[in-house]
């Protein structure tokens, strides 16, 4: 074929003029191949426009020599055309001998780079033979496939190419790596290529993938590299020409990266649903209040099982006293015991004890499965355990954790439990006293407006409960004066509301609803808030009435025997007396000395009565004194007097330390007369024959200080107290001939402190005792008024 | 010598006084209860009377009241005599000094002896 053209162009070149050879010239012209003919003796007989274009060559280069055309090719383009027209010699010389060549090469002419595919065919019947050469300028299909050769080592994908049976033609290094390929692969068929050198597992069939891309389809294709764990994206594109396919590019690329990205997110997006919905349970847990304890606890049990997919749940709560955790609540499919003993070996146990969580897993048997437990606590105390069980799948990390979760708001749920079973068995309690008390409770708001009123309340002011409520304190608690005059004034109430003062047994009369009078001892206390404001106000009523009563009784019981007992102790007396006055005649000296015997017991008979009497009257209170400014020099004087002759019968003398003038003293004579008789009376009594009593009178700050001493026997540091005591006589040698009834010190005592005094007593045993009492100063009293 | 009125309803006290009265050579005139001695003194006039508080009829305040009315009998020294208790006395005390009483005695207090004492000091033997 490639001759045949050249016998047309040599026999069209030698038929000039002819219309069908000037047709074939201007086709040669103006074809975009170069063409030069050279002769059998190597001389150019024809070349073509673009031969001009191409290699530079004017028509003055026909008719010439291949060497001297050459030669002048050359020097019109310097450089790479003497290369090139080296290798057209070669060329031209080859084909002289019948061998075609084809070259391609680079040329530079005037200035323009061009490459060059060179065909130089044999010309002629027989040898030697011209030489026909053809030029095609392939400058852009070079630079297309550098373009392209640059693509795809830069693309960063793998590509191959393929030829439509499969069998590679080209593959850049990119593919070779992401397959991990050692060799060059061309002119293998790929799928096999890539089987043998991975385990490759696509998302669809092969077959199916091939079918597709034959139909002219462009495929998309994920392959998963097992071994490397690398995921492949692939895109088949077949290349259509003319309807057919030519070939075959596959670009990869390794999206791995992209897959464990997508994964991860999934994972995440399936994790915070999962959290999600566990947040919105656990909500759900912490909004459970209420005390049915019951209920609230199986509340609990159905949300955990549903958080953790267990089916059986329980709780145990630990029971002070019992050494064991006792079930309070339980999904039905629970199969652990009721009890669990501390000192059992149980993990629930374990689990109290340490405050750990503890997971175990029974292998067989109708409870088997895995088993967590997990304390429930609130601020480092334990109060029981939380068990979930029954699950095929261990508990891990996150069911700890949500278990724990669940735990600690069910710890503050148990918490307030607790808290309002002890505060209501102690409202309860508190209720119970409220009920059944005697005493009457009264509660007042803020405003002193009655907002509590028990039962004795009732029964001591005689408004009924409704009758109280809301009214105003001192309206239902009203004191009044013995004259039935209105003392609401008095009240202590504002004290208690406006100062936060509490007061105790107030002596208070009060006014019944019906208009009895009724004596009682009210106490009153505040309440305050956390902040140390007065809320409110207590008041205890107790109805002082009978014991008043009863008081009165006694006294007057005790007045009216020692009534009876004084007149015929007076009729002794007086008829002892005239007959020891030997009124009505002689007695012999027995006589005299026993009827003596017989005037002092019954003097002694009627001391215990007077004493008697004065202690009914100063418990009762009923003892009035009548405190005036008084000297108590001229007192202390008479009393001395008084008993100096009993003194003197005992052979004790009776000493009245002088002292300047004394200020007056607040005090009521008679009874400051009782005192000293008394005192001084004790210790001519306690002192031992010849020895001095003495009276001391001194001003001791705002005090006057009187003091007895004697010097007898002395009593005791240990019975100092005992001695002031109602019959609390101190038994010593002296105590039996000294006679006495053992209230003398508890009268002296209480009018004493009646004055505002203080009594003591310093002694030492075998040296004697001192007796001191102090009264108050006149002046010290402010004026009334003032 | 002197005539003593003793107001006193105990028998076992007024035979007590009486003899004392009697050994010192006095005249004792005597009443068992407030009424007789009111009654009593309408027609008699003592030198002193010595009247007990707790009687039966009317008690020694009253009686005392209704002696101290009787203007023929104002000058007569009125001594109470009693056995009320040392709480009673301070209140009664009081009370008798406020009517006129000339004085006040505890009957288990003193003996007979000591009672005649005070009522020569009284009539002023």
Known sequence: ?786 | MAQIMLVEDDAVLVEMYAAKFELEGHETIVATDGEMCLRLLETVKPDIILLDILMPKMNGFHVLKEIKKRTELRNVPVILLTNLGEAEVDMNQELAHALGVHDYLIKSHHTPDEVIAKVKKAVGI
């Open chain 1, 1 to 786: 074929m490639p001759n045949r053209p050249a016998k047309q162009l040599d026999a069209a070149g030698a038929a000039n003029n002819s219309p069908i050879a000037i047709d074939f010239a201007r086709i040669q012209e103006l074809l975009p191949t170069g063409l030069l003919v050279f002769d059998t003796e190597l001389v150019l007989t024809y070349f073509n426009a673009k031969t001009r274009e191409l290699l530079g060559c004017v028509d003055a280069d026909q008719g010439l020599a291949l060497e001297e055309v050459a030669k002048r090719l050359v020097n019109r383009s310097p450089g790479s055309m003497a290369a090139f027209v080296g290798q057209m010699r070669l060329a031209v010389e080859q084909s002289r001998k019948g061998t075609s060549t084809n070259t391609e090469l680079e040329v530079d002419t005037a200035g323009v780079s061009r490459h060059l595919q060179m065909i130089v065919i044999p010309d002629g019947a027989k040898a030697p033979y011209g030489a026909l050469v053809s030029l095609r300028d392939v400058t852009e299909l070079v630079i297309n496939q550098q373009k392209m050769a640059v693509l795809s080592a830069n693309i960063g994908e793998g590509v191959v190419f393929l030829d439509p049976q499969g069998i590679v033609t080209d593959c850049n290094d990119e593919w070779l790596q992401l397959f991990e390929l050692d060799g060059p692969i061309v002119g293998e068929p790929v799928a096999d290529v890539l089987a043998a050198a991975q385990r490759i597992e696509y998302d669809q069939d092969q077959e199916h993938i091939a079918a597709n891309v034959l139909a002219g389809k462009r495929t998309n294709v994920y392959a998963h590299l097992k071994q490397s764990n690398r995921h492949m994206q692939i895109v088949v594109t077949p290349v259509l020409v003319g309807g057919e396919i030519s070939l075959i590019l596959a670009t990869a690329r390794d999206i791995t990266a992209l897959i464990e990205k997508t994964i991860e997110a999934n994972d995440m997006a399936r994790r915070a649903q999962r959290h999600l919905r566990e947040l919105s349970e656990l909500a759900e847990l912490s909004s459970i209040i209420g005390f049915n304890n019951d209920q609230t606890y199986q509340k609990y049990i159905n949300k955990t099982a549903s958080l953790l997919q267990s089916s059986g749940v329980a709780i145990y709560i630990y029971r002070p006293g019992s050494q064991q955790l006792v079930r309070v609540g339980a999904s039905d499919e629970h199969l652990l015991p009721e009890r669990i003993s501390l000192v059992d070996d149980s993990p629930v146990a374990k689990c109290y004890v340490t405050a750990r969580t503890v997971g175990w897993y029974i292998e067989t048997g109708n409870g088997s499965g895995h088993y967590l437990a997990v304390p429930i606590a609130v601020s480092s105390k334990t109060l029981g355990v939380i068990v979930v069980d029954g699950r095929t799948r261990p508990y891990g990390e996150h069911d700890i954790r949500l278990l724990k979760l669940v735990a600690t708001r069910l710890a503050v749920l148990v918490e307030n439990i607790n808290l309002y079973e002890d505060v209501n068995a102690r409202r309860e309690r508190w209720e119970a006293v409220f009920q059944f008390t005697d005493e009457g409770i009264v509660i007042f708001d803020r405003h002193s407006r009655i907002v509590g009123f028990n039962p004795a309340s009732v029964r001591i002011t005689r408004y009924s409960l409704a009758e109280a409520l809301g009214q105003p304190f001192t309206k239902v608690v009203r004191p009044v004066s013995e004259e039935g005059v209105d003392m609401s004034m008095a009240s202590p109430i504002r004290k208690v509301l406006g100062e936060g003062a509490a007061i105790t047994d107030a002596e208070q009369l009060l006014a019944t609803k019906n208009g009895d009078q009724v004596w009682t001892q009210i106490s009153y206390s505040p309440v305050f808030d956390s902040s140390g404001r007065v809320t409110s106000g207590i008041a205890i009523i107790h109805d002082v009435q009978k014991d008043r009563e009863i008081e009165e009784i006694k006294s007057d019981f005790i007045s009216i025997v020692s009534h009876e007992l004084r007149t015929p102790l007076t009729a002794i007396k007086g008829f002892l007396s005239m007959i020891i006055q030997k009124d009505f005649g002689d007695l012999n000296e027995k006589q005299f000395h026993f009827l003596s015997r017989v005037y002092q017991s019954n003097q002694r008979m009627i001391d215990l009565v007077e004493d008697i009497l004065d202690v009914s009257s100063i418990e009762s209170g009923k003892i009035k004194l009548n405190p005036q400014p008084l000297a108590i020099e001229g007192l202390v004087n008479e009393v001395v007097t008084e008993l100096a002759s009993k003194g003197f019968e005992r052979q004790i003398m009776l000493k009245l330390g002088r002292r300047k003038k004394l200020p007056l003293i607040l005090a009521d004579e008679v009874r400051l007369r009782q005192v000293m008789i008394n005192l001084v009376d004790n210790a001519i009594k306690y002192s031992l024959p010849n020895t001095v009593v003495s009276v001391d009178l001194k001003v001791v700050g705002e005090e006057l200080v009187v003091s007895i001493a004697d010097q007898g026997v002395g009593i005791s540091p240990a019975n100092f107290e005992r001695l002031f005591t109602k019959f609390g006589r101190v038994y010593n040698p002296m105590s039996l001939q000294a006679g006495g009834t053992g209230l003398g010190l508890y009268i002296v005592k209480n009018l004493v402190e009646s004055h505002g005094g203080r009594i003591w007593v310093t002694s030492r045993e075998g040296k004697g005792s001192k007796f001191s009492f102090s009264l108050p100063l006149a002046r010290q009293l402010p004026l009334l008024g003032s």
